[in-house]
């Protein structure tokens, strides 16, 4: 059972005591970007993550179209195994990937279509078809909408069933094929009121033809009809209600081989094409325009990295433009053209994605970075001064090599956090545990080791953590799915509140289906426990950071994968006021695995306290994880507090974050 805090007035022996001094100010104000998010077209982040297109191959693409056709096929012989189909585990033979030929007499070629590969089949008998696997979100809302293009030599009629795997019929509807063009048509199905599904029902999309005849197939989609312009209603729900303000897109090593006029315009004027970096279909569905409707829905700012890898500065000034420009300047023109005149005003803008890899398309050293990017920033900043322009950093000899050949250019220096790859899998949990909190507690050293060279050369230093989580990778070890990184992420937090200004912004990776946050498996989408940490820092007023004293049991970690760190605080703890004063959030960590630490808050300079509410996320071990099946297994748990004379006794229960809100 997960144990939740407990407030009581009357405890006497506290293990640790958290002294606020909320009228002393520490540093300047924070900046709410410390709680964004970083998205990448990578796996299901996008298709088949926050974008709400349900078919796993809508444009009919060919298995040699993926980087890695192996890849493909091992996902869907696993499909099949999973679900128990025999008859997918011959699809690639067919050529066409995720869809097979399951039933009636039907042969199967690949023809040219408007956009890609069209799917010719021709039918010598009625009942001849096709079928997919799709997750359909029956949960919560019963219309889906189906979106199919072809051409036929014949007028005819196909039949599209939504069907369990035991045939039972959820949903029809009727896609008649005239002869001639291509045409699209376009059709509302519903879920039958009897048909109640369980959430996470594996559904058949069954393409039936009425007649012998020939027809070319170039899309098939299945979209939820409560889509918001393409994407997932319940990914942006949980975004606006964490109070998401930022969204770094669109990569990550994608970005290295991104090209961004590829993704914007018509869809049908958009290619298709291998993922530069990743074994997947860059459909080009979602670019630019999509990226920005979603971060409109969700209200929050955007941080663009451009292509720095085989992009040119001439590129990046472009897409600058595209983004920023008046409607009377030639990219501005364009996005108008592409129905959106208004300027998207993008402020933030990262020249280049880990540069300094060796797996990286484009990889450098630090010199050659350095001249490309003081040429994508001449550049840039040509389209539109006032952006706010972010160089690669790496360590801190990187960082130096870039400062000494750019000086005062340099106005801010990307931090990549991506540990403990190397950990192996045998290693104790509870050991590396300790190892990421206490690499969290040394994180402020760390930020100060990359930030000297701007220091040393006169500049106000100034970082971006642009992509953050524990990297063991291994399920059986802390990691991103599990409670660890939620605690791992309040500790980095704490310490970039406590950097005093040094840290711009943070972009925690990732949004969904990779690394930590939310996930979409069977048609559900629920969030991480790390989720709940970044709804917890996202949702309160607080920016002014004031002294936290805090007195309590400390341990150490050996240093044996990460850092060796002596005297880490069990207790980790960060306040902050509201603009108006009126408002004081306090964030306690309890990283003690195995016992409730017993805490006296004791608060001055905060008076006429009114009851306040204490919001805990805890599990029944570091270890615990949500599942589509068991999404609030690891969620938080709210109370109210009452202060006495500004004293308030509390106890946190083990490996567990509360923030603590009172008002005056």
């Not at 040394?442 to 989580?469: C, F, K, W």
């Amino acid at each position: 059972m997960t144990e939740t805090p407990t407030f009581d007035s009357t405890a006497t022996s506290p293990s640790a005591v958290v002294m606020v001094h909320a009228d002393r100010v520490e540093g300047p104000p924070i900046s709410r970007l410390l709680f964004g998010k970083f998205t990448e077209h990578l796996g299901r982040n996008v298709y088949g993550g926050a974008w709400a297109e349900t078919i796993e191959n809508p444009w009919f693409a060919t298995i040699d179209q993926w980087p890695d056709p192996e890849t493909v096929r091992r996902r869907f012989e696993d499909m099949a195994r999973t679900y128990q189909l025999a008859e997918l585990q011959d699809w690639s033979d067919k050529g066409v990937a995720a869809w097979w030929m399951p039933h009636g007499p039907i042969q199967a070629a690949l023809d040219r279509g408007l956009r890609g590969y069209a799917q010719r089949l021709t039918t010598s008998g009625p009942g001849a078809g096709i079928r997919t696997l799709v997750f359909l979100p029956f949960h919560r809302q019963r219309g889906i909408h189906l979106s199919v293009r072809g051409r036929s030599n014949k007028t005819t009629r196909a039949f599209v069933r939504l069907m369990t795997l035991h045939g039972v019929e959820v949903a029809w509807a009727d896609v008649p094929l005239h002869r001639g063009g291509w045409q699209t048509v376009e059709r509302t199905l519903h879920r039958a009121p009897a048909r109640q599904l369980a959430p996470g029902t594996p559904i058949l999309v069954d393409l039936q033809l009425e007649h012998p005849t020939t027809v070319w197939l170039d899309r098939c989609s299945l979209i939820p009809s409560d889509n918001r312009y393409g994407w997932d209603p319940e990914v942006i729900g949980f975004m606006k209600e964490a109070n998401l303000p930022l969204l770094r897109f669109p990569g990550g090593n994608f970005v290295s081989g991104y090209h961004w006029k590829d993704g914007v315009g018509l869809i049908d004027d958009r290619p298709i094409l291998p993922n530069p970096a990743w074994p997947e279909i860059e459909w080009n569905d979602v670019g630019t325009d999509e990226w920005m409707q979603l971060c409109h829905l969700v209200g929050c700012a955007s941080l663009i990295c451009v292509n720095a890898g085989n992009g040119t500065p001439q590129e990046a000034a472009e897409w600058v433009e595209y983004c920023n420009g008046g409607i009377d300047t030639p990219m501005g023109a364009y996005r108008a053209a592409n129905g959106h005149p208004q300027p998207y005003d993008i402020r933030y803008w990262e020249i280049g994605n880990e540069l300094y890899g060796e797996w990286q398309i484009g990889h450098s050293t630090a010199e050659t970075y350095a001249e490309r990017y003081l040429a994508f920033r001449k550049a840039m900043l040509e389209a539109d001064p006032t952006i706010q322009i972010i160089a690669n950093g790496h360590d801190a000899a990187w960082n130096e090599h870039l400062v000494s050949h750019t000086g005062d250019k340099v106005r801010s220096i990307s931090v990549h956090t991506l540990v403990g790859y190397r950990i192996p899998a045998e290693a104790d949990p509870e050991a590396v545990f300790k190892e990421y909190m206490g690499y969290a507690a040394d994180y402020g050293n760390h930020l100060a080791a990359l930030a000297a060279p701007m220091q040393v050369a006169g500049i106000v230093p100034r970082l971006a953590i642009t992509e953050l989580s524990i990297f063991t990778l291994k399920p059986q070890l802390p990691n991103v799915d599990n409670l660890s990184e939620a605690l791992y992420y309040s500790g980095i937090v704490h310490a970039a509140i406590r950097s005093r200004g040094l840290v711009e912004l943070i972009s925690h990776s990732a949004l969904i289906n990779h690394s930590a946050g939310l996930t979409k498996h069977r048609g559900v989408v629920y969030p991480h426990p790390f989720w709940w940490a970044l709804h917890l820092y996202g949702t309160h007023s607080g920016i002014q950071p004031v002294e936290v004293v805090v007195e309590g049991p400390t341990f150490s970690c050996s240093g044996a994968w990460l850092t060796s760190v002596a005297d880490i605080p069990v207790i980790d703890a960060v306040a902050l006021l509201s603009e108006d004063t009126h408002t004081l959030a306090l964030f306690l960590c309890n990283r003690d695995l195995h016992h409730t630490t017993t805490v006296r808050i004791r608060l001055d300079g905060f008076s006429r306290q009114a009851p306040g509410t204490a919001s805990t996320l805890a599990g029944d071990t570091f270890m615990a994880i949500n599942a589509w099946d068991t999404p609030n297994r690891v969620r938080l748990h709210m109370q109210s507090v009452h202060l006495s004379d500004g004293l308030l006794p509390c106890h946190l229960p083990p490996h567990s974050l509360t923030r603590i809100v009172l008002t005056r």
